[in-house]
């Protein structure tokens, strides 16, 4: 019983890649912007614990597909680009039940972090311990696109990724 919950995790994961990657922009791709430096005032440890809680906070919230389209697009990097692919994903049931656990934060600088997460279907996991980019950009931790992406680009092939991705950092 158990391989067949793990077998229907993974066809759902995989349901999850397909549906972002089918529904993806097909408008043009624009390349990756800068993230914008934060003042020398981010480098501190507190700073660096407030990054780390807004990282988090922020990633959980961006797999979450009840969150608001709107919302998504904001906290990932070059977002707009992957309106309709987030779209897409909220009308599909099993990706709908898509979210993620942060494991752990690292490697703070002032413009990126390292990111090691679970993506789970429900309360099960689907993809245990994914390593991904956060990015400091327009004054927001985003969850980085290439690490959306990346994701993608476990179950599909590269020709079969949104559009955006082609430029994805």
């Known amino acids: 019983m158990r391989t067949h919950r793990q077998t229907a995790t993974v066809i759902g994961a ?12 097909s408008g043009p791709s624009h390349p990756s912007t800068s993230p914008k430096t934060p003042s020398a005032s981010s480098t501190t440890s ?17 797999f979450d597909f009840k969150t608001a389209t709107s919302n998504q697009v904001a906290l990932l990097q070059n977002g707009s680009d992957f309106t309709n692919a987030i779209n897409g994903m909220k009308s599909n049931p099993i990706a709908s039940g898509a979210n993620a656990k942060v494991l ?36 927001t931790w985003k969850v980085g696109d290439a690490s959306l992406c990346g994701l993608l680009g476990l179950e599909l092939k590269k020709s079969q990724l949104p559009s955006a991705c082609s430029s994805a950092g």
């Open 14 to 25: 995989c349901a999850l890649a397909a549906t972002l990657a089918a529904c993806g922009s």
């Open 46 to 62: 507190t700073s660096t614990s407030a990054a780390i809680s807004a990282i988090k906070t922020n990633w959980t919230t961006f």
């Open 104 to 139: 752990s934060v690292t490697n703070v600088t002032p413009t990126t972090a390292t990111v090691k997460y679970n993506v789970l279907l429900g309360t099960a996991v689907a993809l245990p311990n994914q390593t991904g980019m956060a990015v400091y950009e327009d004054g």
